[in-house]
């Protein structure tokens, strides 16, 4: 048995992948991806099922490979115990109050043991310290802007779950004004008119100057919120990821003239492994230190 190659999984709203690591290169083995559509509305029968199986097809391309697998999930979520808290998000509710782990364990024939879970915001920043953008740093931030805000914090050989999106910003929280349902909302305030993501508010710059305004006051609320947990956390990087991330150079400009004038002097850097940053920092799990605080 290879004990230095795992699977690394990655569980998303609507999909399974899955990808071999091999922990001594830091890196995947990408000729075994695996992506499968999981209908998360389905029994919880089908659900283990399928993500079951999309990991035992991962796991053939290298029968000698360890039994260890490191998992990607989003919360609510007892990481530890594997019981999933997940209610009123439109996705896997099939599954709540059920113990997970021991479940897709059962279906793979290993034991609990063998799996561990971590937050996906959590797996995100793991992934880029272990072999991504943030390889060999300390006191990182990671940040995924997407359809959510997830956010995650790497000291001294640990990870602590963030806990940014629930921060107290304006008149709810930073998630409402760092995410994609943002820029929709906020696109339709100023134009009257509906885009269905934020690539498309993105298509329409320079023409449209309520895009450009748009991403400049997206950059201000990052900058503003990212600013108190820099000082919270005391850390010299960030690392950015997400579907938002593709817009980068329209905000990431803005967010560092407000550090800037905050006198905080911090690296930002954007995700290079992009979707692989979970599935690497989930098989990493079986390498590095591993502390997670419970917080979403």
């Given at each position: 048995?290879?004990?230095?190659?795992v699977v690394g999984?990655?569980?998303?709203?609507?999909?399974?992948?899955?990808?071999?690591?091999?922990?001594?290169?830091?890196?995947?083995?990408?000729?075994?991806?695996?992506?499968?559509?999981?209908?998360?509305?389905?029994?919880?029968?089908?659900?283990?099922?399928?993500?079951?199986?999309?990991?035992?097809?991962?796991?053939?391309?290298?029968?000698?490979?360890?039994?260890?697998?490191?998992?990607?999930?989003?919360?609510?979520?007892?990481?530890?115990?594997?019981?999933?808290?997940?209610?009123?998000?439109?996705?896997?509710?099939?599954?709540?109050?059920?113990?997970?782990?021991?479940?897709?364990?059962?279906?793979?024939?290993?034991?609990?043991?063998?799996?561990?879970?971590?937050?996906?915001?959590?797996?995100?920043?793991?992934?880029?310290?272990?072999?991504?953008?943030?390889?060999?740093?300390?006191?990182?931030?990671?940040?995924?802007?997407?359809?959510?805000?997830?956010?995650?914090?790497?000291?001294?050989?640990?990870?602590?779950?963030?806990?940014?999106?629930?921060?107290?910003?304006?008149?709810?929280?930073?998630?409402?004004?760092?995410?994609?349902?943002?820029?929709?909302?906020?696109?339709?305030?100023?134009?009257?008119?509906?885009?269905?993501?934020?690539?498309?508010?993105?298509?329409?710059?320079?023409?449209?100057?309520?895009?450009?305004?748009?991403?400049?006051?997206?950059?201000?609320?990052?900058?503003?919120?990212?600013?108190?947990?820099?000082?919270?956390?005391?850390?010299?990087?960030?690392?950015?990821?997400?579907?938002?991330?593709?817009?980068?150079?329209?905000?990431?400009?803005?967010?560092?003239?407000?550090?800037?004038?905050?006198?905080?002097?911090?690296?930002?850097?954007?995700?290079?492994?992009?979707e692989d940053s979970?599935?690497?920092?989930?098989?990493?799990?079986?390498?590095?230190?591993?502390?997670?605080?419970?917080?979403?």
């Amino acid at each position: 048995m290879h004990n230095n190659i795992v699977v690394g999984v990655d569980i998303g709203g609507s999909h399974i992948t899955a990808a071999l690591i091999d922990l001594d290169a830091h890196s995947i083995i990408h000729h075994s991806i695996i992506r499968r559509s999981v209908n998360s509305k389905g029994t919880a029968d089908q659900v283990i099922k399928d993500w079951a199986g999309a990991i035992a097809n991962c796991k053939a391309f290298h029968p000698k490979a360890s039994c260890k697998i490191g998992i990607a999930m989003p919360g609510p979520f007892d990481y530890e115990k594997g019981i999933s808290y997940i209610k009123g998000l439109d996705k896997y509710e099939v599954l709540f109050n059920l113990n997970v782990k021991e479940l897709l364990a059962q279906e793979l024939h290993i034991q609990p043991t063998d799996i561990y879970m971590m937050n996906d915001a959590s797996c995100f920043l793991k992934g880029e310290v272990f072999g991504g953008a943030a390889k060999g740093k300390d006191n990182v931030i990671g940040l995924t802007l997407g359809t959510g805000l997830g956010s995650a914090v790497w000291k001294h050989n640990m990870i602590i779950e963030g806990d940014l999106y629930c921060t107290p910003y304006k008149e709810s929280t930073a998630e409402d004004y760092l995410s994609t349902r943002w820029f929709i909302k906020r696109y339709k305030e100023l134009t009257g008119k509906t885009a269905a993501n934020v690539k498309e508010i993105r298509d329409v710059i320079p023409s449209d100057e309520a895009a450009t305004f748009l991403f400049t006051e997206f950059g201000r609320n990052l900058g503003i919120v990212l600013s108190s947990y820099i000082k919270r956390h005391q850390v010299d990087v960030v690392v950015i990821g997400g579907n938002i991330i593709n817009a980068s150079g329209l905000f990431i400009p803005v967010v560092e003239s407000v550090l800037h004038e905050q006198s905080l002097k911090v690296s930002i850097l954007n995700s290079c492994l992009n979707e692989d940053s979970a599935l690497l920092g989930a098989g990493s799990l079986w390498r590095e230190s591993k502390r997670s605080v419970n917080s979403r």
